[in-house]
Structure formats: C-alpha cells, structure tokens
C-alpha cells in the first residue's frame, strides 16, 4: 500500500504542482519522494512509501541497472513475482515484488506483461526508450488510480483524486478527473514535450475467465467435475491458496474481524497457515461496535474458537457521527451505503495504527458480490428472478466493487496507512467460482451463500453458528439490534437539513440527487472538498428486485434479526 503520483508535460513549475501530491501523503508514511525525469524537465514521479517488501531498495520509482530507460511507480503487491522470476529466469536485482514488472515488460510488452500479475496492482511505467507511458490497474480495483487528461495532452495521475483537484494547467475548461477503469491498461506517446498522446485502452482480464498467471500457479489444475464434493473440495482448496500467497510481508498481518461469515473464514484461515508457516507472533483480530452489537458477540466468539489475540473496539454514535465528515473527505464518493460502512472501518483502522503494531490487515471484502450475499438475492419482492439473473447480477457487483466495497475498505485503511489484503478477491478463486453452475451458486433452504458455507462444514474451522450466521451489513451490525447505527445518524442528521433544501435537491443537485436528509447532508459534505465531482459516482448503492429506498437491509420487509429466525 503506497501513494503514487505522477505529472507528464505540466507548464506549471512543478515545485509547486508537487504541493498536490503531499495529499496523498497517509497512503504511504515512511518515505516520500519526488524525482524528475531526465530529459523531460516537466514530467515528475511523487512516491509515498508504506515499507512491506523489501526494506532496504524499496523506494520508488523503481529503476534497476539492466533497463535504465524503464521508470516505474506502482501500488500493490505481486504475490507470484517469485514464481514468474524462476519460471522465465529472470535476474532480479532488489527484493521488491514490482522489479518483475519490468523484466515481464521487457521481454513480453505490456499487454501480457498486465495479464500475468497476479495480485493488486495500479501502475504507472514510463519507458523513455520508446517514448510510452502505460498506465494499469488490477480486475477488482483493489488498489485506486485517478487520472486527468487534458485536451492539449497534459496527464496527471494520482492513487486518490485528491491528489489531482488543485493541479495547475492553462486550459479553457476544467479537466476531468476520472477513476482508472480495473482490469485495463492504458498506452500513450510522449512527445519531446513531456505532453503524451493517448494511443489505446485494453482489457487484460475480466472476472469471469480464468487468468493467464493460472498456469503458473502454485496450486495445479483442478479437477474439473461439477460433482458437488469436488466443487466445495476445490473451493477449499482455492481460498486457503488466496490467504496463504497472501502472507507475503516483512511486517505484522492482522485480520478485521465482524464476526460475519466472510471475515470469520478469512481470519481462521489465516490463524491456521499462520501457525503452519510458523510466524513469529500471534495473529491480531479486530472488531468493531457498540457493546451489545451483534457483530462484537460474534466476533468474540470467533475469536475465542480459533485463539487469536483479539482486540474489541468500542465506539458510541456521537464518535461516528463526529467522524463523518473525515471520512467522506477519505472516500471521495457521497453514496449512502459505503459512507456508513466506512465509519467503523475507518475508526477500525485508526485504533489499529495508534495502538498496535499490525499494518498488513486481511479483510473479508468481496465475498457478498461473489457468492450473491446480499438479503435481496433471496428474499426480494417480489424474489430474485431465476439463477441466471442472480448470476448476472453478480458479475455487475463485481464489476462495480471499485465504486463501492472496495473503495470503502482501501481508504479507510490507507487512510491510516495500513494496507487491506482481501482474498475473496483472488483472481483464480473468483474465475472459479463465477464459472461454476448458476444453479449451484444460487440461495438455498433460505439461505444466501449456501454453497459457500457448505464447502467448511464439518471442519470445525469456525462455530457453527457463525458458518450459518445470516448475513447483517457491516453498518448495521456495529450498533445493537434495537437502533441501528444508520438509524443513528439518521436521527443526528435531521436537525442539519431542512425541508426546503431537501425539496429543491433535484435542482441543487441534478446528478444523483438526493432523497433523503442523510444523503443531502453526505453530498453537501461531498461538495464542500470536491465542488462539481458528483460524476465520480454514476449511481448509488441499492438492492435489487425490490421496491428499496434505502440501502440498508435492515429498511427491507424481508428482514428480520436472528432472534425472529
């Protein structure tokens, strides 16, 4: 987890561009540095380092003896970068994860180079050689990239868009800011100037097919039955791979805990290969919520079961409510769901930078998209249509992760200069899933993700209980079963907006406009740090199949707490 950040052809004096890139500073708190690039006096690199992988010649942009003219600023990590330098015997020259990027580019161009990273990645590669600038950024988006183009060929790039709002650049109309799309890569010219000429956008993968780094994978070729033990065998076989290839890291991992299926299983798994590969220190789990919220008791419970040292933090509505608007300057997004999910992540992750060691966080991110988690996937009004469209919807959610969960999980971590490893989003894990029968994958008895909680049963990995715990979103779970925290917030925030405001929304703001008091009071906050980027968002999270106004599944008819069950 770092900053990057770099400007090609700016006609500003680029010590005082680099201002904007001191934004960006938390993603990266042990170093930072800025460097031109020679024989281009106005194209900069800024580079905010989180040190995880190689301690000592880590920092960036990367260069090594062998291809002087390759200059690299990347965020992520590459977990097979071992595997690829024995499989193509590559001389590596440091320890540092990206060093393969530049033989892959080298010896294979970039499109391939792209396809065979398996890991999280946003790249900016600079061969002065050939005059390209190449910009990409893994399927999921895991790890956030910006850029702004302008008309006479000026481009910016930064980690987050704050990075980038207070760029300085003669031009008759402000330049967009867009996020980079997952799962592309992107190809310009640079001219003498600096300035560059956009030549193509590509895909390198997309969720649904089986990466190109498969072959190379640790893990041989499954078997390919449909056979319902060889599936949930395979299942298992794939998730325990994601978290121990994940391992990866020269400094403390810990694991968030909600006491939800997904991070359970994610924190047990790591428990267990954390003993197997026999680290130095007991893995830290971490949870959230008021004192009699669901998520805290289940999160004890797991805690207990699989013997982690395992931390409860506290907090009261009038903390989150205080918190909110840091938040939403962290986010860079006004969507309703993600901001009240972010709180207690965000609150999550400042207790786990002041108080502990742990800086590499596992978390359970994805797996809802995945495994079609969400309430309404089973219990819409009227019901989720048929497996196919359920399976649709699926493939949607995760294409759009970027926008919503997984936005929310990098920048309330990187806000605090952690970095967030998520294996349910493992390339291979997901190809495999979402190819397997819509019909397996669908709810089943009345309960979402059955087939994955069925692929660990029986193998006392976590309580049972927990493995056949109903999904509660993160936001609601945090506070007790009688008052959410949305219900909270919601109540603060109806003295902040009136009636009149909430009336004329439509017209005040005309893309999303908001509904509710809430969401007014997110956007004003929203425009107040980034005036005119309401296009960052195309749409707010809502359920499907159903007639939702709010987010929350808590607000469906469907929903009824355990203890109704």
């Known amino acids: 987890m770092c900053g990057i950040w770099a400007l090609f052809g700016s006609d500003e004096c680029l010590s005082s561009q680099c201002t904007s890139a001191m934004k960006i500073a938390h993603r990266g708190p042990d170093a930072f540095r800025f460097e031109n690039v020679?024989?281009?006096?106005?194209?900069?690199?800024?580079?905010?380092?989180?040190?995880?992988?190689?301690?000592?010649?880590?920092?960036?942009?990367?260069?090594?003896?062998?291809?002087?003219?390759?200059?690299?600023?990347?965020?992520?990590?590459?977990?097979?970068?071992?595997?690829?330098?024995?499989?193509?015997?590559?001389?590596?020259?440091?320890?540092?994860?990206?060093?393969?990027?530049?033989?892959?580019?080298?010896?294979?161009?970039?499109?391939?180079?792209?396809?065979?990273?398996?890991?999280?990645?946003?790249?900016?590669?600079?061969?002065?050689?050939?005059?390209?600038?190449?910009?990409?950024?893994?399927?999921?988006?895991?790890?956030?990239?910006?850029?702004?183009?302008?008309?006479?060929?000026?481009?910016?790039?930064?980690?987050?868009?704050?990075?980038?709002?207070?760029?300085?650049?003669?031009?008759?109309?402000?330049?967009?800011?867009?996020?980079?799309?997952?799962?592309?890569?992107?190809?310009?010219?640079?001219?003498?100037?600096?300035?560059?000429?956009?030549?193509?956008?590509?895909?390198?993968?997309?969720?649904?097919?089986?990466?190109?780094?498969?072959?190379?994978?640790?893990?041989e070729r499954l078997p390919t039955s449909f056979d319902e033990d060889t599936v949930k065998s395979n299942i298992r076989t794939l998730f325990e791979n994601a978290v121990k290839k994940r391992l990866m890291a020269h400094r403390r991992i810990g694991c968030l805990l909600s006491g939800g299926l997904d991070s359970s299983l994610v924190a047990a798994t790591l428990v267990k290969l954390a003993k197997e590969e026999k680290l130095q220190y007991p893995i830290q789990t971490f949870s959230i919520g008021s004192e009699d919220s669901p998520d805290i008791l289940a999160a004890r419970k797991v805690a207990a079961f699989i013997g982690s040292e395992h931390h409860e933090v506290n907090f009261t509505a009038e903390e989150g409510i205080q918190a909110v608007e840091e938040v939403i300057f962290h986010l860079e997004t006004y969507d309703i769901t993600t901001i009240r999910a972010s709180v207690g992540m965000y609150l999550v992750s400042k207790y786990i930078r002041e108080k502990t060691d742990s800086v590499v966080i596992f978390s359970g991110e994805g797996s809802d998209e995945l495994t079609q988690g969400y309430i309404y996937f089973h219990k819409a009004s009227p019901p989720a249509p048929n497996p196919k469209a359920a399976a649709e919807d699926s493939v949607r959610l995760m294409k759009e992760l970027y926008l919503f969960d997984v936005l929310r999980a990098d920048r309330t971590t990187a806000a605090h200069g952690l970095e967030l490893r998520v294996p349910f989003l493992d390339h291979r894990f997901t190809a495999y899933y979402l190819s397997l029968p819509e019909e397996m994958r669908v709810p089943k008895n009345g309960v979402e993700k059955h087939l994955l909680r069925d692929s660990f049963k029986g193998l006392n990995l976590i309580p049972d209980e927990i493995l056949w715990r109903r999904k509660e979103a993160f936001s609601d779970g945090m506070m007790s079963v009688k008052k959410s925290w949305y219900t909270c917030l919601q109540d603060h925030l109806e003295s902040m907006v009136n009636d009149t405001q909430l009336e004329k929304a439509p017209k005040t703001y005309p893309h999303n406009p908001p509904l509710t008091k809430e969401a007014y009071y997110f956007r004003q906050v929203f425009e107040k740090n980034y005036p005119g980027r309401a296009e960052w968002l195309s749409h707010y999270w809502m359920p499907r199949w159903t007639n939702a106004t709010d987010p929350s599944a808590r607000t469906l008819t469907i929903y009824k707490p355990d203890k109704d069950q």
């Open 38 to 219: 020679n024989g281009f006096t106005n194209c900069c690199f800024g580079f905010h380092r989180l040190a995880i992988v190689d301690q000592l010649y880590g920092m960036q942009p990367l260069r090594i003896k062998k291809f002087p003219f390759l200059w690299l600023c990347y965020n992520g990590e590459i977990y097979n970068h071992l595997t690829l330098k024995k499989e193509f015997d590559f001389d590596h020259q440091t320890k540092v994860d990206g060093e393969i990027l530049l033989h892959l580019y080298d010896r294979f161009g970039i499109e391939k180079m792209a396809s065979l990273l398996d890991g999280v990645f946003a790249f900016i590669l600079l061969d002065t050689a050939n005059r390209k600038v190449f910009l990409g950024r893994d399927t999921y988006g895991v790890r956030p990239l910006f850029k702004l183009l302008t008309d006479d060929g000026f481009l910016a790039v930064s980690s987050e868009a704050k990075g980038l709002i207070d760029i300085n650049h003669a031009m008759s109309s402000p330049a967009n800011i867009v996020p980079f799309l997952p799962g592309h890569y992107e190809a310009f010219d640079l001219k003498q100037s600096g300035k560059v000429k956009p030549i193509k956008m590509e895909p390198f993968h997309c969720c649904t097919k089986e990466p190109a780094h498969a072959v190379y994978d640790i893990v």
